[in-house]
């Protein structure tokens, strides 16, 4: 490279490996923590018949269930504090008098920017795509996955957007909980070391094209399994 010499070369080469490292270690943190919060809610040992995450000691208390109990049944491989702060930065849990943790939102989102952020953004636009392909090129004997878009029939202001944001944060969040409790009370008799992974993803947008109003439920690609 003109103007640059072989130091610097490997210095930036280097760089690159390192941010490199650093996305991965990133993304796979926030999927360890999601990991978590799942299994705080959906794990029998850790949460109510009616799926709600059992407060947990931050000590040993009598037959309490404490905090280390649900890393330990996480193997997320990250240490206790690490774990307390990025769940209470994130909004998830809250601890009081530093006897007991409690949580209440068990969706873990980073706060501030994450460079993890760009990964995710590959799998789920691979996840999207690979939905609608199978769906194009599917054989007869093959299942279609299901794929929904709706769209506002009008042309509507910011405030209706608020609404529907509110509307699926709250709605949307019983319909996750419920998926994630029928799925792990279903899954234990299909799991094989030779199988794949099956998911379901859901995304509000902002139609770009809002010159002409398409309205309804149309069969397209706000949800996708695949």
């Known amino acids: ?13 280097e760089n690159k490996k390192r941010r ?36 947990l000691s931050l000590s040993p208390e009598r037959s309490f269930k404490t905090f280390d109990d649900l890393l330990a049944a996480s193997t997320i491989e990250l240490d206790r504090e690490t774990v307390l702060d990025e769940l ?28 993890s952020g760009i990964s995710r953004l590959g799998r789920f636009v691979g996840a999207l795509n690979a939905t609608i392909t199978h769906n194009l090129l599917r054989t007869s004997n093959e299942p279609s996955y299901y794929e929904r878009v709706f769209v506002t029939d009008s042309l509507v202001t910011p405030a209706y957007r608020d609404e529907v944001l509110g509307f699926l944060r ?41 010159g002409a ?4 439920v149309e069969p397209v690609d706000l949800v996708g399994i695949g």
């Open 88 to 115: 209470v930065t994130a909004g998830c849990i809250e601890v009081h008098e530093d006897k007991f943790v409690r949580c209440i939102n068990r969706t873990f989102i980073p706060s501030g920017v994450d460079v």
């Open 170 to 210: 709250e709605e949307g969040q019983v319909f996750f909980d419920k998926l994630c409790r029928w799925s792990n009370e279903k899954e234990e008799p299909f799991k094989d070391s030779k199988g794949k992974r099956y998911g379901v993803g859901v995304y509000f947008y902002e139609d770009t094209k809002s």
């Open 1 to 13: 490279m003109a103007g640059v010499t072989r130091s610097e070369a490997e210095n930036i080469i």
């Open 20 to 55: 490199r490292v650093a996305r991965i270690e990133n993304t796979g943190r926030v999927d360890r923590l999601s990991q978590l919060l799942s299994i705080w809610h959906d794990d029998a040992r850790f949460s109510t018949p009616y799926g709600a995450p059992l407060d």
């Open 213 to 216: 109003a398409t309205g309804g």
